[in-house]
């Protein structure tokens, strides 16, 4: 029964953070190996029935590497070199060294702005602070990710529609996917979410087939 387990990046990096909170956790190749294995777990069965790995898939994209400038203190500010960037080019490296794992990655939009935190937007606006009590820490450039939820749709779409795989795995944390693992569904695949015990939208319960997270449950009460 081949199994396809796809990943949504972004996702995954947040909820692996607040689950893996140790730093020695946090290196790129260890980040690799930890997602490997977790997505390995989703082959295991109580049931004789044996699972075989088509492939995973891992979605995200690049890193922004442009140089802007701070518009509160003009400060030069190279993304390249944030330690941000730096760790999703490692982590994509390492992915790509790994065997059957795909590495599918969108493209950021830049729109060249920046935003105001919403804490401090909401004192500026009820007259709490004024705009020169607005700090650089307080700004955030604005940068979305495109691509991704489409790339991702079109693999479950291909996915079902060749009868490539039985069951696909999703690791995500939302149900922007509902649309595909519907039609995954009257393909006759197995369809499974992972949230990393996140919290779901109940409505999505009715268009899954099984809910089971892999990775260690949080050990805060509130995941």
């Not at 796809?6 to 990096?13: K, R, T, Y």
């Not at 319960?205 to 260690?216: A, F, Q, V, Y």
Request: proline fraction near 5%; charge should be positive.
């Amino acid at each position: 029964m081949p199994t396809a387990v796809l990943v949504d990046g972004g996702f995954f990096i947040k909820r692996y953070r607040q689950i893996y909170t140790n730093k020695a956790d946090q290196t790129a190749p260890k980040v690799a190996k930890i997602l490997h294995e977790i997505c390995l777990k989703h082959l295991s069965s109580s049931q004789k029935e044996v699972r075989s790995l088509y492939r995973i898939f891992y979605y995200d994209c690049p890193p922004l590497s442009k140089k802007v400038h701070n518009p509160i203190n003009k400060k030069a500010i190279d993304f390249s070199k944030t330690s941000e960037a730096i760790f999703r080019h490692g982590l994509h490296m390492e992915l790509r060294k790994l065997r059957k794992v795909a590495l599918r990655l969108g493209r950021l939009s830049d729109s060249g702005t920046w935003q105001i935190r919403s804490d401090k937007l909401k004192e500026l606006l009820s007259g709490k602070i004024t705009i020169d009590n607005i700090q650089e820490t307080d700004l955030s450039y604005d940068a979305k990710q495109k691509g991704v939820d489409m790339k991702i749709g079109l693999d479950i779409a291909s996915l079902s529609y060749k009868k490539l795989v039985k069951q696909i795995v999703l690791i995500a944390g939302d149900s922007d996917f509902t649309p595909a693992a519907k039609l995954a569904r009257r393909e006759g695949i197995d369809f499974i979410l992972d949230p990393m015990w996140n919290p779901i939208n109940p409505d999505l319960h009715e268009h899954i087939d099984g809910l089971k997270s892999t990775c260690p449950r949080p050990k805060n009460k509130n995941p």
